[in-house]
């Protein structure tokens, strides 16, 4: 039997209107790797936050090495002087300094840094975990993926016998998720305990030991991973069998869309990002999808059509009518909707509630001197949370409060209410639950199939291949190909991403 | 039976005070009503208010209450604009005391042309009004322009103008410094046969006009979106710089106005030292209200409570006969207390303990 590394016992937390976690267990041994599970709102991110105090629980213990006595974590520097490191699903390091600094910032006592000496120490850590940085780079100039990266460098550097892994993957490619469990594993050798989260179910079963499932903040289980069956997994953490899943298909595939007129007609089009200038036609009723590697320019595309990039050449349509699309609002009025990539940085606006969340874009289409009246917009909230079941006590709560996949619903909301004739979205089910994911995903085809055009993007195929029924290939900015009908399936498009021709090939 | 009936009374009785202590208000308004009352205590006749007459035998009101609610107009009209421009911008302006000398130095130009001491005015006073305005607003548009289309910090892009401001308005007179004709006093004063103080008046009119205006229009909306996320904001089809620039406009305009006000208190302008520091305590009447000064979320109600806060201190330190030169030093202390209750370690505590009795409450009742 492995040594106790970790025992919570009875936790309990509460925020105004919502009990967070209720008399919740957890326990983890060392050189295990220990998924938490749970839907949106489960009570995940709470526990870790108790755990490594950034909040302060209302009850219960927390035990470290089998010791007799409860240690009482009141702040992340004393998790980390108890050996508990984490990593969190947003990137919580300070993009305004190097690489090299974020490595090392706050875990000195000394008075002087030898800067020098950190510089030539990180590049080493860098180098041994194949991250593409350079020490003196300054982070916020790297992508997600490499900040992402940096983080748990600088969390798997620092002495620990807990590392806690808050989704990391939501934003890796599979290579980076790869090297990723290639150091999980190196250090589950190391006899670090991991807590992993994550809603990746493929990911659970090819790396963990042990799950332990939440739901609304309640404890369901601990099991072992062979005990477990993925389906059963997904009932715990649903409440309820998987089938829906499955049933998804997009039955416009087989509709005959090219009689249907074109919604976006895009010729030549390129924009101050630096995307190659690309063609692009959605029809009514089409749910169309940019697939690619991160970075490889899907949303600079969409960003080009919404006007949230300066489009510096081409020409687009929209309803076969030429435009000019110089800024946000112009597309809004035009019909579309644009729920961008990244929900924190360009979705929410954290302190305003939900109902303002709403109704902004619709607001801003209605212009500065025809404000909602309170009960207007009252509505048109109350109206969306029960359509998309928003999780929440009121209207009135500040987004910034609600969990992710509920976040998403509200930006979701807030463009379905501008009843736009062409929805673009970006990543909408990055980092959200399976239940929401799927939720998401009928909601895509129903809107499809009442006539509005989409565009997805997501980074699992899957997804895409579930709900697309045209895709456009993009490989280092460049449209490599579009697949249609039969040609869609996850072999053609890693074909295409790989070897197709840096044009717009194939268009029919 | 009845035990328990009046446990839950008073724990109902609890929770509604509690509720009373979370609102965001509570610590401005408590503090501005506990300020009061002390004044009650060093003064029992502090809040009488009595109609007596003036040198020219118009009936006026006069009391402490009054003075501080016609002295505080300047401070309470800045604080409007200054919320919207802390909210939009996440940053403060502190160029307002130099831009309400330049509103002054314009207003007495265009009422005494280039006389010292003319007998009659030289323009109609609605005349002066507007150029006033116009000053003020060509002012904001300035720091406007700076902070929103080339992305100057705001303290930074508006200390230009502080450091330029008084010159401007002195160079604005001609280097003169001309006393209006006294018909120009009533707005600053009284108007003769009506005895509220028209300081007051102007107030209420430009509270009202902001109420109006946050009601009418998407202006408070927009502000905050700008303010808490302008990336998000502009992919929601706003114009975060356009914002800005609108919040500089209208604190421009609310300089002109209380630029206006303070030129006709005594029908002259010194720029060099009309207005001192008003800029310190106008920012601090925004923080006083609660009023995060990072920008985002704003209460034009806190900072105007803030803003007679602010008055009654310094008149009272004023009626307690404390020296000139002390009445800074008691100013800071009384503020520091003020601004570490609000603070969020001070008020966690506050928190804690109220739900902390909530519970027991709770626990009694179960």
């Not at chain 1, 990266?149 to 490619?173: F, N, Q």
């Not at chain 1, 009928?442 to 499809?448: D, N, R």
């Not at chain 2, 700076?146 to 450091?163: D, G, H, K, Y």
């Not at chain 2, 006969?321 to 209750?341: E, Q, R, S, W």
Request: net charge positive.
């Amino acid at each position: 039997m492995q040594k106790k590394v970790l025992k919570m016992r009875g936790i309990y937390k509460s925020f105004p209107g919502v009990k967070a976690l209720q008399n919740v267990d957890f326990t983890l041994h060392e050189g295990e790797i220990h998924a938490l599970m749970g839907e949106n709102g489960a009570g995940k991110s709470t526990l870790i936050k108790v755990l490594t105090g950034v909040y302060t629980k209302d009850a219960g213990e927390v035990y470290i090495d089998e010791a007799d006595r409860p240690v009482h974590i009141k702040s992340p520097q004393e998790a980390q002087k108890h050996g508990i490191s984490t990593v969190y699903q947003e990137i919580t390091l300070c993009p305004n300094l190097t690489v090299a600094e974020n490595l090392f910032i706050g875990r000195t006592d000394e008075l002087f840094v030898n800067w020098k000496k950190n510089n030539q120490l990180a590049e080493t850590i860098l180098k041994s975990l194949g991250i593409p940085a350079k020490p003196a780079q300054q982070l916020s100039s790297c992508s997600i993926a490499v900040q992402q990266m940096v983080a748990i460098a600088r969390a798997v550097d620092m002495e620990c016998k807990v590392l806690i892994l808050d989704e990391p993957t939501s934003s890796l490619d599979d290579q980076e998720v790869l090297k990723l469990f290639d150091l999980m594993r190196e250090l589950k050798a190391r006899n670090v305990g991991i807590i992993f989260v994550t809603h990746f179910l493929e990911q659970v079963y090819a790396l963990c030991d042990k799950i332990t499932v939440l739901r609304n903040g309640e404890l369901v289980g601990e099991y072992l991973i062979k005990d477990l069956p993925k389906i059963e997994l997904v009932a715990k953490m649903m409440g309820k069998e998987l089938g829906d899943l499955a049933n998804i298909h997009n039955n416009a595939r087989e509709e005959a869309l090219s009689k249907s007129e074109a919604v976006i007609e895009a010729t030549a089009l390129s924009s101050s990002s630096g995307i190659r200038p690309f063609d692009f036609t959605a029809y009514k009723g089409e749910v169309t999808g940019f697939a690619g590697l991160l970075g490889s320019g899907r949303s600079e595309c969409v960003r080009a059509i919404f006007g949230a990039d300066r489009v510096t050449k081409g020409r687009l349509k929209i309803k076969g009518e030429t435009v000019a699309i110089s800024s946000p609002i112009k597309a809004m009025r035009k019909g579309v909707g644009y729920l961008s990539e990244d929900r924190k940085r360009d979705g929410i606006i954290g302190d305003l509630s939900i109902r303002d969340n709403i109704i902004l874009a619709l607001q801003v289409m209605n212009g500065f001197f025809k404000p909602f009246t309170k009960a207007q917009a009252q509505a048109f909230a109350e109206e969306y949370i029960r359509l998309l079941g928003i999780k929440t006590a009121s209207a009135d709560t500040p987004i910034s409060s609600l969990s992710g996949g509920n976040q998403q619903k509200v930006i979701l909301a807030r463009w379905l209410l501008t009843h736009p004739d062409y929805l673009i979205l970006d990543e909408p089910t990055r980092g959200i639950d399976i239940g929401t994911k799927v939720e998401i995903q009928k909601l895509v085809l129903k809107l499809a199939s009442e006539g509005m055009s989409i565009t997805f993007i997501s980074s699992e195929i899957e997804e895409m291949l579930r709900t697309c029924s045209r895709l456009i290939i993009m490989r280092d900015l460049y449209v490599v190909g579009e697949l249609t009908g039969d040609d869609l399936s996850q072999d053609r498009i890693m074909y295409t991403i790989a070897g197709g021709e840096n044009q717009n090939v194939k268009k029919q | 039976m009845s035990k328990n009936n009046e446990k839950i009374s008073s724990a109902r009785i609890l929770q509604i005070i509690n509720t009373v202590i979370r609102h965001k208000l509570f610590i401005p308004i408590a503090f501005l009503v506990s300020l009061l009352l002390l004044n009650v205590f060093i003064n029992p006749g502090f809040l009488r208010i009595t109609l007596g007459k003036d040198s020219a035998g118009n009936p006026v009101l006069i009391g402490n209450l009054i003075n501080i609610l016609s002295n505080a107009t300047e401070l309470v009209i800045l604080a409007i604009g200054m919320t919207l421009v802390t909210a939009s911008s996440k940053g403060q302006d502190i160029s307002v005391g130099a831009a309400v000398a330049i509103v002054g130095g314009v207003i007495m130009r265009v009422l005494c042309g280039n006389e010292t001491q003319p007998s009659t005015l030289h323009a109609p006073v609605l005349l002066a009004l507007l150029l006033g305005c116009l000053a003020g607003m060509a002012c904001g548009a300035f720091n406007g322009m700076l902070v929103s289309r080339f992305q100057i910090q705001p303290m930074v892009a508006t200390l230009i103008l502080f450091t330029a401001g008084r010159s401007i308005a002195s160079m604005a007179m001609g280097g003169l410094k001309p006393k209006a004709a006294s018909a120009f006093g009533c707005y600053g004063n009284f108007i003769p046969g009506f005895p509220v103080p028209t300081p007051i008046l102007i107030t209420i009119a430009m509270i009202a006009m902001t109420c109006v205006i946050l009601k009418k229009t998407n202006l408070g909306l927009y502000t905050k979106a700008v303010g808490i996320n302008d990336k998000a904001a502009s992919l929601n089809g706003l114009h975060p710089k356009r914002i800005k620039f609108l919040t500089f406009i209208i604190m421009g305009f609310c300089v002109g106005i209380a630029g206006f006000v303070q030129a006709s208190r005594v029908q002259t302008v010194n720029p060099y030292t009309i207005v001192p520091s008003i800029e310190m305590d106008v920012i601090l009447a925004v923080a006083l209200g609660g009023n995060s000064l990072g920008g985002g979320k704003f209460s034009i109600k806190g900072s105007i409570i803030g803003a007679y806060t602010i008055q009654t201190l310094t008149s009272m330190l004023t009626t307690l006969n404390v020296n000139t030169n002390a009445v800074p030093v008691f100013k800071a202390v009384i503020i520091l207390i003020l601004v570490a209750i609000q603070t969020p370690m001070v008020s966690s505590l506050f928190h804690n303990k109220s739900s902390r009795v909530l519970i027991s409450g709770r626990k009694e009742r179960g």
